[in-house]
DNA sequence: CGGGCCCCTTGACCGCGGTCAAGCGCGGGC
DNA sequence: GCCCGCGCTTGACCGCGGTCAAGGGGCCCG
């Protein structure tokens, strides 16, 4: 792991606010782990003996139903920390874990996190941070698709996306369509429907390449009351 | 606080198993708060500077956008805590809560706990159990939504709600269809019809009271393929 | 450079569930 | 006992988004 690797590590808000050394004690001499595109990391209701921290590449969380189908309840990326909770939960990963693009990761011992959470008390409140950040993003999807619109949603992601708040932007989608389809809830196809209808807005599209001309009207279209385009 | 009071305490997952000084100091001298229907206990972006535990009647967690609609996230009752996690996340809460009948709680001081925290790490260990049930119900959450009917949605609810995996159940919806519905992601209406369309499943409804012939039928269904009712 | 593959888009169709409105039944008040 | 109100149900309608299918454009490989 090299110094930039240990920036990224440090800014997650698991491993950023500890102290220098319980940090370093705890992936600082893990081996770094390369995986590539479409390998299983964990499957829902395996033994949860270890969470991951990303250095590079994408990794989706994922529920499947008896009869295949699957809901993404999260996509992480560099900088991010996954299945650190799913280990007090009697020890199940409450969820499926997926490589969707080569990958670079941390692999953190969970045996080893409990023990030094019993001597490292500012551990656990790291850990409660993290949970809770956690908790707030599942809570905000279910508000999202509980009550808005496809093209809101998409709206919604595009802005969060976004490194300003108001003015023009160009961004890069983050990974392929049906994968982010599904992370909102929706079909690719509906994908495409939404942000057709959001090129009346300013939103053009060409491949990944995704330009907004003004970043706060999209913000407004998504707080825009019942579900529909009220006119325009 | 009685007895019977401080059994339920102990039956939290939160409370319950840590020792019992521990849990004697958090909550034990605590008075015990009664609140009439319709009370808001807090409101999303508040500051978070306590948790509950539910001792009798029913809270509902909820969203509300900016014009007015509101989601339901969770609904919690007697041997239920919620709210613990917020208190790591920048000391706001990210949800409101309100009273939904007549209520019995018992408010825990968050500065109290994280004090608590750093000396009884056994309490951290807890904590994250807690977060983790949290963060699993809400997944769990979103997968239904995503991709069960509102019929499926209903009959999970009830077998969940069954205290048998099969043969006959009776049992009584906890609380008003209205609110029901919003915590099932539907409307009034639909859970209405979903009920119905649950008929020919061996489900009978008057009033609060729900009489299912066999919950193992109704599990059946609710993993049955695609969000229809495959013929029969 | 041509062909095939894959991903994305667009169209047609339709079923689920939201909306609006009417009807019903239980319960409380005068 | 009568009336009114409220919660629940039922019906009619329709828009959103899923499904199925065809079309188009980039990219790799032969």
Sequence with gaps: MDASDWRIVRSTPLLGAVSQD??????????ISVYQKGHTLFQQGEAADAFFVVLGGWVKLYRVTPDGNEAVVGVYRRGETFAEAAMFLGGRYPVSAEVVTDARLVRVD??????RILDQPEL????????SYH????VEQIEHIKLLSAPQRVAEFLVRLSPVRE?????????????LANRLGMKPESLSRALAK??????????EQVSIVDVALLAKFVESSDRGEEGF
């Excluded at 319980?22 to 081996?31: H, I, K, R, W, Y």
């Excluded at 003015?167 to 994968?179: C, S, T, V, W």
């Design 22 to 31: 319980v940090a370093q004690s705890l992936v600082g001499n893990q081996p």
């Design 135 to 138: 908790l707030k993003a599942l």
């Design 198 to 207: 959001l090129r009346p807005l300013g939103v053009s599209v060409d491949r």
């Design 110 to 115: 969970g045996q080893r996190l409990r023990q």
């Design 124 to 131: 656990a409140l790291s850990m409660l941070a993290s949970a």
């Design 167 to 179: 003015g023009g932007a160009a961004i890069e989608l983050p990974y392929e369509k049906a994968l």
